[in-house]
């Protein structure tokens, strides 16, 4: 089973906690030997997600949406980013240069077409801007890729 990420990034220390154990619980769910993780590997949910899956025993692959996309990145992330990276057995790109919008969205559409179902870390309302999640999500919809939303009840970003 080939399961893919995507979700809000800079949620505050209540709601990641809430939303780390909904990882947790959706990695567990699986089979490890069956199990492979896709994510962009960005701070939040893409590397917990990651986290849990090589935790768990799955394999892991990324999808680098630009070759600036680390630099994007906070810096107090570039370790796990680079750890994730080295655990992939593969790295998908999307050929683009500039870590901007488009390729984030070119790099979500590239790892939707890589998987059979997609965890989305969404509160359910419009993206903030092109390419969050709710794009993704809506991409993953036309696609046919089934999706699977992890939110605590209540939460707010």
Do not use: N
Not at 6 to 20: F, I, K, M, P
Not at 38 to 45: Q, R
């Amino acid at each position: 089973m080939r399961v893919g990420i995507t979700g809000h990034r800079g949620l505050d220390e209540t709601v990641e906690r809430r939303v780390r154990a909904l990882i947790d619980d959706a990695v567990a769910a699986y089979p490890a030997a069956e199990l492979v993780g896709v994510s962009c590997l960005a701070d939040g949910p893409d590397a917990w997600f990651a986290e849990a899956v090589v935790k768990h025993g799955g394999g892991l692959e990324a999808v680098v949406p630009a070759t600036e996309y680390r630099d994007s990145l906070p810096d107090r992330h570039h370790l796990t980013y680079d750890a994730l990276l080295r655990q992939s057995s593969d790295v998908h790109g999307t050929g683009m240069r500039a870590s901007d919008s488009a390729a984030h969205m070119a790099g979500s559409e590239i790892l939707v077409g890589l998987v059979d179902e997609l965890l989305a870390v969404w509160d359910g309302l419009p993206a903030r801007g092109y390419g969050g999640t709710a794009d993704v999500v809506a991409y993953a919809e036309r696609t046919g890729v089934p999706v699977r939303i992890l939110w605590p009840q209540g939460a707010s970003r």
